[in-house]
């Protein structure tokens, strides 16, 4: 490459940055990575001994593969680009072997490969053994030294084994050749192979038609297919089809591929590195989400990584990871106005109108088409609903009004989506907003027992670990969640003494239900909770080795790799647990009644609580003694480091040495304790 090819071609990376840039929110850091991790390949790929190899994880709907095919696009290598969704290769059906086939014999390469939902190639089963994929052989022969075995021939391949079984019936059936023709049962020949070309007194054995696909496989032993053909009018029938096996044979072994020039994306998404993906409720907190995941890092990824894949394969995938983040509030609304940017500017240059969109109706498109958990599509879906698909309508308004120009505004009022041009309103519509009507008021029992619950949730949430909840909600559009109380920590990391109070505030709930409504009037609200307090109190007990036990046992019926079974001694001590986080949680509630029967009334007339609200409520009618006297916890503590800092003066000062002396200050005595 001389040196102006390679500065025009680093230029057109840097510009693909800045158009990236503009057309994806939110994702600078990725896209600078994205550039400078592909520059070596895109400049100097003729110098590679390997395939480069790029690894993007995220949640769903974050941008992965939209990403790569605009990057690729706008490199010049969109019809050099090759999609492979992972989850679809099975044993019997490997697009990846047939492409890779396909690219070297057009000679190609260099390519890129992205192999998308990796996740789904897992080789380590949910009890951490191995399961071999002979399918996926060939995709970490790849990303390991970019030299595939293939088979190159293989649509040929069943052609000239299904000409052999062919011929070999006929020669069953009385058929004979001699010199390449058929010289008896020539009616029976033409007849079975179908050979419109043949002629009818003299029909060669093997028909012309076939004489290319035969070529396919042996093109390295004859200069042409009229040598072939030659030679094939050489043989009789046995002869013939002794002579076609051993084509079909020659084809079955395999050849040796080399794409060491390529460029290998990995797309992944991990829920195991994710944790939060899980939890789908449109009302969780965009930027709660965000932060989450801005916590994730390389180690964390890997040891997600491990539940699916051994070590060596992981090792395969190498360094080169990108992790997206979640979108904030302020990303899903930038992407908003992006996307509405996009529809003005695609109805402008095919019409005479514009379009614009007032506050009211973009806030409607967040509330109804937000779900953190699962990214851009729900957005993007819901701005198609409530925008695209009412264009027309505006239009052919506006036609029947004799406009043929002007700009149209979307707003929002009265529950109705109106449309209006230069101040005229055109059409009214009440749209299907169904997250709406799940948020509404309701001020029923429904809500009246979830703001019970959730109040003692976030009573004991102050009690025991001082934590302000960041929202409570007694009515939500999750369908798994009636309410919520949304409590986010300060540390990375679980204690013993964590991992207690976290129990206790679990059992909030549904001691929260008891103590209001009675024994006999407890609902199921409490299943999530409980078996999120199970979950830990076993962890603790037989996995963690926070309490008397110091191994790893396990508590299910699946025969965990490295794992001990648990014992009925180990598994009433997780209920012994459990009581005591419920007693504790009792006790709490009882000391606390004004505090909970004062949230509980709040929340069973207004749908949430904030917590600048939560805090005046607890600075009104909380009793906590420590509460009252530290505070809430506002930032991470520093218990550790002091507590370190502390025992280490402590031995420095228990080493020094002692030094005793008499009345006239004479040494005594020198020790070391």
Known sequence: MDL??????????????????????????????LIDLSRSWFLLNHLQTKPAQIFLSGMTGCGKSALVRRFVELIGFHKKTYFFDCGEITERNSPIEDTLTSVFERGAFPAIFVLDEFNKARSIDEGGRENKEPSMRIVWRLLDDGRPRVQRYRHFLDSVYDLARKLNYLISEGVTAKDGMVVQGKKLHVDLMDDRDAEEDHPNFVPISEIDT???????????????????????????????????????????????????????????????????????????????????????????????????????????????????????????????????????????????????????????????????????????????????????????????TGGFLFNYRGNRIVISIEGKQLVSLKPNLKLKELRKNKRDEKQAIVAVHEAGHAVLSACVNRLAPKEIRSVSASHQNAGFARIEGFNNFQTLQSLKNQLVILQGGIAAERLVFGNDYVTFGSQQDLAKATSIAKGMMAELGMCNKKGFYTCTHMDIKDSL?????????????????????????????????????????????????????????????????????????????????????????????????????????????
């Open 4 to 33: 102006e090819t390679f500065k025009n071609r680093n230029e057109l990376l840097e510009q693909t940055r800045i158009q990236l840039k503009k057309e994806f929110i939110a994702l600078d850091e990725v896209i600078d990575e």
């Open 214 to 404: 035969i070529y396919t496989l042996l093109e390295s032993d004859y200069e042409s297919e009229f040598d072939l053909r030659k030679h094939l009018l050489t043989l009789n029938h046995i002869d013939t089809v002794g002579f076609l096996m051993k084509a079909y044979k020659k084809g079955l072994q395999p050849a040796e591929i080399d794409a060491t020039k390529s460029l290998v994306f990995v797309l992944a998404n991990l829920d195991e590195a994710y944790s939060m993906s899980a939890d789908v409720n449109p009302d969780v907190d965009a930027n709660t989400f965000c932060r989450m995941s801005k916590k994730i890092g390389i180690p964390q990824v890997k040891a997600a990584l491990h539940k699916r894949f051994t070590s060596e394969q992981i090792a395969r995938l190498g360094n080169n990871m990108i992790l997206y983040p979640a979108f904030s509030k302020k990303n899903f609304e930038d992407l908003i106005a992006l996307k509405l940017s996009a529809i003005n500017n695609n109805l402008q240059a095919k019409t005479g109108f514009s379009i614009s969109f007032g506050k009211a109706f973009t806030q409607m498109i967040y509330d109804e088409g937000v779900y953190p958990a699962q990214g851009t599509r729900p957005l993007f879906s819901t701005i198609s609903s409530l925008v695209e698909n009412n264009i027309p309508k505006a239009i052919f308004e506006a036609y029947q009004k004799e406009i043929r």
């Open 565 to 673: 079974k648990a014992d009925d001694h180990l598994l009433n001590q997780v209920d012994i647990l459990l009581d005591e986080a419920y007693n504790e949680a009792v006790r709490i509630l009882k000391r606390e009644k004004t505090f909970h029967l004062e949230l509980a009334n709040y929340l069973a007339h207004k749908t949430k609580m904030n917590q600048k609200m939560f805090k005046d409520f607890a600075d009104k009618y909380c009793t906590d003694v420590e509460l009252k006297r530290f505070g809430f916890i506002t930032k991470e503590g520093d218990f550790f480091r002091s507590k370190l800092s502390e025992e280490l003066n402590k031995n420095q000062d228990h080493s020094k040495p002692k030094i005793e002396v008499n009345l006239e200050g004479m040494l005594l005595n020198k020790s070391k304790s």
